[in-house]
T-cell receptor, first 114, second 114 residues
Framework: GDSVTQMEGPVTLSEEAFLTINCTYTATGYPSLFWYVQYPGEGLQLLLKATKADDKGSNKGFEATYRKETTSFHLEKGSVQVSDSAVYFCALSVLNSGYSTLTFGKGTMLLVSP | GAGVSQTPSNKVTEKGKYVELRCDPISGHTALYWYRQSLGQGPEFLIYFQGTGAADDSGLPNDRFFAVRPEGSVSTLKIQRTERGDSAVYLC????????????FGPGTRLTVL
């Protein structure tokens, strides 16, 4: 079946540090890939997505590139802020019979200190 | 406009009781999804509705779980004879149509079974 593996947290960084959160996937079809973010006390929000190989998704300074050869979709940000502290989820969806559902990783907590 | 709303935000019940969790999707969204997020895990798919019909209920863990969407808008997830293992955050998401559309999540209902 489909699955997503992401690095365990928490990831603890100082403000302005570089961030990488690793994500790899296994899928039976050709997936779309997503990063969702969950800020404290809030619901899941889509951060970025990529729908085909070599696509780069980007939003709010975060980027991730769809790498089919390594089945990866690592999240990066050049300079994190305290307000980026949240739980980040990597996810995939595969279109099947005209619809798709999301398969999530376990999430990675990011803690950014001033 | 208004996002996905879920009520109640918290529900505490006793083992063996019946509970109903409500989801109000974004207006005009025809696709609706339920997910369950256990502590320290990513969300897991439960059931998907297209319009009024449950097109895929393969994620429901057993026959104590049931969901309806009688008018193609609001959905109710129903859990009979609750067990302690049902304790989790139940998330609802909606999307405009189906294939490839971004899923927008509600804030979730935290269910605690004592």
């Amino acid at each position: 079946g489909d699955s997503v593996t992401q690095m365990e947290g928490p990831v603890t960084l100082s403000e302005e540090a570089f961030l990488t959160i690793n994500c790899t996937y296994t899928a039976t079809g050709y997936p779309s890939l997503f990063w969702y973010v969950q800020y404290p006390g809030e619901g899941l929000q889509l951060l970025l997505k990529a729908t085909k190989a070599d696509d780069k998704g980007s939003n709010k300074g975060f980027e991730a590139t769809y790498r089919k050869e390594t089945t990866s979709f690592h999240l990066e940000k050049g300079s994190v802020q305290v307000s980026d502290s949240a739980v980040y989820f990597c996810a995939l969806s595969v279109l099947n019979s005209g619809y798709s559902t999301l398969t999530f990783g376990k999430g990675t907590m990011l803690l950014v200190s001033p | 406009g208004a996002g996905v709303s879920q009520t109640p935000s918290n529900k505490v019940t006793e083992k063996g009781k019946y509970v109903e969790l409500r989801c109000d999707p974004i207006s005009g969204h025809t696709a609706l999804y339920w997910y369950r997020q256990s502590l320290g895990q990513g969300p897991e798919f439960l059931i998907y509705f297209q319009g009024t019909g449950a097109a895929d209920d393969s994620g429901l863990p057993n026959d104590r779980f049931f969901a309806v969407r009688p008018e193609g808008s609001v959905s109710t997830l129903k859990i009979q004879r609750t067990e302690r293992g049902d304790s989790a955050v139940y998330l609802c998401a909606s999307s405009l149509r189906v294939a490839g559309d971004t899923q927008y999540f509600g804030p979730g209902t935290r269910l605690t079974v004592l």
